[in-house]
């Protein structure tokens, strides 16, 4: 284990929602990790190793995945939502804190962080969306929920982002499928529904070999007041595992940087 970590302690165990990956320095800010559908706070381990120590990581693992596996999944992203919320409040007033979302995890900060501008809660001091298309141009020509369970399986083949040895063992397969159909379904289902848009810094990380649409990824300005910044990351939809030195690093650059990255929008036209 790196010396700098330290094993957390029952307070910080406490509450199932959230992973968070100790330090043995002083604590600056906070960046709260949303996973992809059908990942867990496991998606972010090690993370606290390739960020500064002043960072404390903490990975949302949500019911149905992970050390959760048997409690029922949250069937949508506004109940999902509306759980995180209570769970992540004591953690969002003493220090400042940013998040990143991958894929559905993106979708799940975005949505998150429109609830507490709208409460006037404490917001994040950056919002870092990766792997995602704007989610009011997603395209449902294959819905995950009207699929078979045969169907559903093969699909996730396709995607590549669920380990074989998970889908061809049908017991392991069986037994994480409720959590596996919840997450894949949660777009499906989700409106959105605010009326002033996003005032928070937006950063959107996107894959080179990705098969989102540029336009899907501009489309976040939609509802975000502020301009957008871009960055391409060398790898595929799941860069956030074959690429994870070079986004780590991205990462730790935004959140440690003390000019003002509003000022140089790195727009994806630029970047071809």
């Known amino acids: 284990m790196n010396a700098r970590l330290i094993i957390a302690d029952h307070r910080k165990a406490s509450n199932p929602w959230l992973v968070r990956q100790a330090r043995a320095s002083a604590v600056e800010q906070r960046l709260f990790c949303f996973p992809y559908a059908g990942g867990g706070a496991q998606v972010f381990q090690g993370w606290s190793d390739w960020l ?3 960072i ?6 949500a019911p149905g995945k992970g050390t959760r596996l048997l409690e029922p999944p949250c069937a949508s992203v506004h109940a999902l939502c509306d759980e995180l919320l209570a769970a992540m409040s004591p ?12 894929s559905n995890g993106a979708l799940v900060a975005f949505e998150l962080s429109c609830r507490l501008q709208a409460r006037g809660l404490p917001q994040p001091r950056q919002l870092l969306l990766s792997a995602s298309p704007a989610p009011w141009t997603r395209d449902f020509e294959r819905p995950f929920s009207t699929m078979t369970d045969l169907e ?5 083949k396709e995607l590549k982002g669920t380990p ?8 392991l397969f069986d037994l994480l499928l409720p959590g596996l159909r919840a997450d894949f379904s949660m ?10 848009k996003l005032m928070i810094q937006t950063h ?19 509802h975000v007041s502020e301009a957008l910044t871009f960055q391409k990351i060398a790898g595929g939809h799941f860069f956030i595992h074959s690429h ?7 990462i730790s650059g935004r959140l440690t940087s003390t000019r003002d990255l509003r000022a140089r929008p790195e727009m994806m036209n630029a970047q071809r």
């Open 164 to 171: 074989p040895e998970i889908l061809d063992q049908k017991d």
């Open 56 to 61: 404390e990581v903490v990975a949302i693992q």
């Open 52 to 54: 500064p120590p002043s």
């Open 187 to 196: 777009p499906e289902t989700y409106q959105f529904g605010w009326q002033q």
């Open 91 to 102: 953690l969002l007033r003493d220090k400042p804190f940013s998040f990143f979302g991958h």
């Open 244 to 250: 994870v030195e070079e986004l780590t690093t991205a």
């Open 204 to 222: 959107v990380f996107y894959g080179e070999y990705d098969e989102i649409t540029e336009q899907q990824i501009l489309s976040w300005q939609d």
């Open 152 to 156: 559903f399986k093969d699909a996730l």
